[in-house]
Nanobody, 127 residues
Framework: QLQLVESGGGLVQPGGSLRLSCATS????????QGWFRQAPGKEREGVSC????????YYADSVKGRFTISRDNAKNTVTLQMNSLRPEDTGVYYC????????????????????WGQGTQVTVSS
């Protein structure tokens, strides 16, 4: 059983930056891919970025490539999403997620193959 707790959301102006963190607890964390998903009002939850269990592979949605960076620190059991050049369309609830490493990080993000979810943190990009 894993527990995931997000922090770092908030209100930011277009062009600004935010850093989301996810604190993870449980057994065998090194065997889990982790990622960030978001859900805007009236839209389906989508994979933003996912990272492999050993941080050797990453996936980014086309809409965030070059602007967002995912990283993880297995020693500290944290996953971070650095978000730069934020746009209004980045607004939504951001969820931290984890899944056992039986699948690829791309598949995790594209098909929402997730075993554990955090409760989410709101990100609002608005002037």
């Amino acid at each position: 059983q894993l527990q995931l707790v997000e922090s770092g959301g908030g209100l930011v102006q277009p062009g600004g930056s935010l850093r989301l963190s996810c604190a993870t607890s449980g057994f065998g964390l090194n065997d889990y891919h982790q990622g960030w998903f978001r859900q805007a009002p009236g839209k389906e939850r989508e994979g933003v970025s996912c990272i492999g269990s050993s941080a050797g592979s990453t996936y980014y949605a086309d809409s965030v490539k070059g602007r967002f960076t995912i990283s993880r620190d297995n020693a500290k059991n944290t996953v971070t999403l650095q978000m730069n050049s934020l746009r209004p369309e980045d607004t939504g609830v951001y969820y931290c997620a984890a899944t056992f490493k039986f699948t690829s990080v791309q598949n995790m993000c594209l098909t929402r193959t997730v075993g554990y979810w955090g409760q989410g943190t709101q990100v609002t990009v608005s002037s």
